[in-house]
Structure formats: structure tokens, C-alpha cells
């Protein structure tokens, strides 16, 4: 797999894992989404379990060539909320993993989101953290959060850096270096977010909330290139070798990422951070790869000591 040199670590640190995860796909109706799944299971580190329309099911894996494969099928019927029904799976130890299938965003959220299934840890937020490979960067680049925050307050947005940084942590990324993006690369009364993204670089200098190198605001170009950084006269060390980049809000991520998807040809991967299982999320018109990638770092997240089956 030609994705895999770009993603080693956290492929390695999947391939390792003592005993394959149970990812419960909610609502598996979608090709991509089961191919990546059978090629992760393929890879030894996931048990895969199809949660949706049997009909519709049994046909996409006849199609796809996967019929003969070893999965458990829960079939429900269409009234049924599958994400629901997939949580509580989780919740009564059947499964380890949940991951996005053919559900709206919203629909996907919404359960996960709810406070009576219990979800969300203890720092009371999730985030959305992608983990990009784009062509012509020399390092795998995280962006958040695109999904669940609309507009974070400073409050909100240090969680999406703690969180993110915990993510890299993870996946052998110590102390990296974080980039609030913004329109412009100076703080501006007439653009909220520059003045918060000042307030939060102040606060990180001042008493770090945490371990990674923070700049902001700054523009696109300057978090990509040390070139632009020097036409720029932009005087920051870490132009061209950023690890994450933190967005302002949900429009700009959702954006950024979707550009670098389609057009930039980024392969990634998505995983919701700050909740008390992993869990994966890829887009329905995501590749085969981004839905491997998700769960190889959720594969990865149910090594650590939060999430290690009981």
C-alpha cells in the first residue's frame, strides 16, 4: 500500500496491537468504508462488526467481493437508529470501536454527543482531529476541529490544542508545533479570532496548557512555507514545519481539508479525540485508504492505558 510509508508509525503501531479491535460500523452500507475495514482486518488488527440493512449489506459485500469474509452482521431494520444501537454495543462490552458508516454528520453526532450515553471524558470536549499527508509537505500535518465546533470560544479552542497534542503525542509527534490559523498574521480588533489567537500564544508563553510550540494568528502560506515566510519577512522557525493547525472555525476546517482531499489529493485520516472510546469518522466519499488510516490510529488510541479493553 503506497499510503502506508507516509503513515508508518501509526500503521506499525496498529499491526502491534495484542488483540484485533471490534469496530462497530454504524450503518455499513458503504463501499469504501468496508473495504478499508476488510483490509485492516486483513492487517490483523480489526475485527470488523456491520450494523445496518441487511439487505443492502449482504448485496454491497456480494458486489465487492467480501461475502465470504468473517465479520458479525447485526441487521436493523430502517427505523432504527444504527448509531444508537451501535453505542450501546459498545456500552455493554460487545464492542470497542465506533465508527461513522452511511449516516449523516449530524446524524452520527448527535448520539455521540449525548450526555446520557456518556461518552464525552473528563475535559468535557471532543474534537475532530484529521491527520493529513499533503503532496510536497515533509510531514504529516493535523487539522482541527472541522466537524463538531461551529465557533469555539478561546476556552473551546485551548481544549482543540490539548486534544490535538495528545492525539500527535500518540503517534510519536513530541512537542510539535501548533499553528492558529487565521486570515492575516497580525491581531486585529475587526477579526475576533486573531485577538483570541494572540490571547491563547500569550497564555501558552506565559503558563503552558500544552507541550507544543504555539504560533498565532497566522496565514496559510506561513504555516506551509518557509519560503513565503521569507518573502514575507515573517520571522518564525517553525514556517514549513508545522504539526497541526488549529482553525477558527468549523467552515474554515471543513474547507481546508475537503480542498486538500480533492484537489491537493491529501490522504488522511479522522478521529474524534476527547471521548471515552475511539472512535472513527471519514466521510462517505472518503477513499478505502482514509477509512484504513482511521481505524490504524484508533487501533492505535486502544493501546493506551484510557482505552485498553478491561
Not at 456500552?91 to 448527535?110: C, I
Not at 475535559?123 to 482541527?144: C, E, F, H, N, Q
Not at 465557533?151 to 497534542?165: A, C, G, W
Request: hydrophobic share 45%; proline share 4%.
Amino acid at each position: 500500500m503506497g499510503y502506508e510509508h507516509d503513515f508508518d508509525i501509526i500503521v506499525e503501531k496498529a499491526k502491534a496491537i495484542d488483540k484485533p479491535i471490534r469496530v462497530v460500523i454504524a450503518g455499513a452500507d458503504v463501499e469504501n468504508i468496508l473495504l478499508g475495514a476488510f483490509e485492516a482486518q486483513e492487517e490483523g488488527f480489526v475485527e470488523p462488526i456491520l450494523v445496518g440493512n441487511l439487505k443492502r449489506i449482504k448485496a454491497m459485500l456480494e458486489n465487492l467481493g467480501l461475502a465470504d469474509r468473517s465479520y458479525d452482521l447485526q441487521p436493523v431494520s430502517d427505523d432504527v437508529n444504527v448509531v444508537q444501537y451501535s453505542i450501546e454495543m459498545i456500552l455493554a462490552g460487545k464492542a470497542d470501536v465506533l465508527m461513522r458508516g452511511n449516516t449523516q454528520t449530524r446524524d452520527f453526532l448527535m448520539p455521540v454527543l449525548n450526555k446520557g450515553n456518556h461518552l464525552v471524558d473528563e475535559a468535557g470536549l471532543m474534537t475532530y482531529v484529521v491527520i493529513a499527508k499533503v503532496p510536497d509537505y515533509d510531514r504529516l500535518l493535523s487539522i482541527s476541529d472541522s466537524t463538531i465546533l461551529v465557533e469555539p470560544s478561546v476556552e473551546q479552542r485551548k481544549i482543540v490544542i490539548q486534544n490535538m497534542v495528545r492525539a500527535l503525542n500518540l503517534f510519536g509527534i513530541e512537542d510539535p508545533n501548533i499553528a492558529l490559523l487565521s486570515l492575516v498574521e497580525k491581531p486585529s480588533f475587526h477579526m475576533r479570532d486573531t485577538v483570541e489567537a494572540q490571547t491563547l500564544v500569550n497564555e501558552q508563553n506565559e503558563e503552558p496548557f500544552a507541550r507544543c510550540n504555539l504560533v498565532g494568528p497566522i496565514s496559510y502560506d506561513l504555516i506551509i512555507s518557509k519560503e513565503a515566510a521569507r518573502l514575507k519577512n515573517f520571522d518564525c522557525p517553525y514556517c514549513g514545519e508545522f504539526d497541526g493547525i488549529v482553525v477558527p472555525n468549523l467552515i474554515a476546517g471543513n474547507l481546508l481539508i475537503k480542498v486538500l482531499r480533492m484537489n491537493a489529493k491529501a490522504v488522511s485520516c479522522g478521529i474524534i479525540v476527547g471521548a471515552k472510546i475511539p472512535i472513527a469518522i471519514t466521510s462517505r466519499s472518503d477513499s478505502k485508504e482514509q477509512s484504513y488510516l482511521s481505524l490504524a490510529a484508533c487501533a492505535t488510541l486502544a493501546q493506551t492505558d484510557k482505552y485498553k479493553r478491561k
